[in-house]
């Protein structure tokens, strides 16, 4: 079967929040079967859990916020695709601010410190999948994004901007541990220099500097090593639709479409899909036969225990 999987040990980092520019520890447990990734405000009394559901997502601009209550988690993307990308379904994720550190903008630095502590491991329970039966999409003028039925979990984004660099661009993969390191983790987060300019003149990205994303002049890129791949933009989008669809709680098997796509849209999209029952069905692949069957999957993604059905 394909079982779900946590972290080997617990592994702690820091960083500097893109918005608030305020120094954050975040810490990574290990956690029993079924649990799914919980963030954790290790800086209130008493401590507040914050599950990373789509329930729980009180705003997608700029960034994806989660919160219970009136306690909120900023900016989160980036670590959930790469515990969905290693295939973890159980962490506590314990941060002592309201906001997950940027580091360099990509999911590659989380990758590294999960790496460092040895990795996932696998657990004695059943790993559960969410199978798109029907077709969803949502749409907002000229962007759109779409889940279908498929054997595997792929994605494909497509860009247009009206610009020298950027331009139009459009990726493609089938989601596995090793596409996803190859891939798209390394891809980070892009901005154009005058709308980074105005979000610093009204108080936003205030941590936000060309360590932690690209910056794009009118014709040239501004950080000085250049871009880690020549359409890391697009696949910059690919890595944070992994990361707004691991909210559905657990890893798709589906086809994701995405045209100039951004958080709100795509948590539109898992919002789309859940409430309609019949689009999705919820899977487990128990014995060895039915799990070879299905190897196209992949056995090692996963987004967290199930919240719904
Ligand atoms: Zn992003």
């Not at 729980?56 to 960034?63: H, M």
């Not at 790469?82 to 999911?107: F, K, Y």
């Not at 220099?193 to 501004?222: E, P, Q, T, Y």
Request: proline share 5%.
């Amino acid at each position: 079967m394909f079982q779900q999987r946590t972290l080997k040990s617990m592994v702690t980092g820091h960083g500097v929040g893109l918005h608030s520019g305020q120094l954050t520890r975040v810490r990574l447990v290990p956690t029993p079967p079924d649990s799914g990734i919980v963030f954790v405000r290790t800086d209130l009394v008493p401590n507040v859990e914050i599950p990373a559901t789509s329930a729980n997502v009180r705003d997608t601009v700029l960034a994806t916020t989660l919160g219970v209550g009136a306690v909120t988690v900023a900016t989160v993307e980036h670590l959930i695709a790469a515990l969905a990308g290693l295939g973890v379904d159980n962490a506590r994720v314990e941060l002592d601010g309201p906001e997950v550190p940027i580091l360099d903008g990509s999911s590659a630095p989380w990758v590294q410190l999960i790496t460092e502590a040895g990795g996932t491991v696998a657990q004695r329970k059943a790993k559960r999948f969410l199978v798109v039966r029907r077709a969803v999409e949502v749409r907002a003028d000229d962007k759109w994004a779409r889940l279908e039925p498929a054997n595997t979990f792929s994605l494909r984004c497509s860009i247009d901007f009206d610009h020298p660099i950027v331009n139009s661009q459009s990726f493609e993969m089938t989601m596995s541990d090793t596409a996803f390191l190859r891939e798209v983790a390394r891809a980070r987060t892009f901005g154009f220099a005058k709308d980074v300019d105005a979000m610093h003149a009204a108080g936003l990205a205030r941590g936000g500097s060309l360590d932690n994303a690209v910056v794009i002049d009118d014709f040239s890129i501004r950080n000085p090593d250049g871009l880690r791949f020549p359409d890391e933009f697009v696949r910059h989008k690919v890595l944070d639709a992994i990361g707004d669809l691991a909210l559905l709680g657990a890893p798709i098997i589906g086809r994701y479409v995405g045209h100039k796509t951004g958080h709100a849209l795509n948590t539109r999209l898992v919002a789309e899909l859940l409430a309609n029952p019949r689009s999705y069905e919820v899977a487990e692949f128990k014995a060895t036969r039915e799990a070879e069957g299905a190897q196209v999957i992949l056995p090692s993604f996963g987004l967290g225990g199930l919240a719904t059905a």
